[in-house]
């Protein structure tokens, strides 16, 4: 749907709404910003070696299980 399209059906809402359609387009904009800013750097580490203590912390609250090398 192109902008104009848009703007044409704002157009034909009464002011009292013209609020509401701010306040979703805030809402919608923050979320496709959020999308945007996610931070995927985990996933180069994810494959690292963990202490004794971290996969023991992880063991128990997360339930992971790891496959050990010798």
Do not use: H, W
């Not at 904009?29 to 963990?50: C, E, P, R």
Request: proline share 1%.
């Amino acid at each position: 749907m192109s902008y104009e399209m848009v703007m044409e059906k704002i157009k034909t809402l009464p002011e009292a709404a013209l609020e509401e359609v701010s306040v979703y387009l805030d809402k919608i904009g923050n979320i496709y910003q959020a999308k945007q800013n996610v931070d995927f750097s985990f996933v180069d580490n994810i494959f690292g070696t963990l202490s004794d203590s971290e996969a023991d912390e992880l063991r128990s609250c997360c339930g992971l299980k790891f496959r050990e090398n010798a």
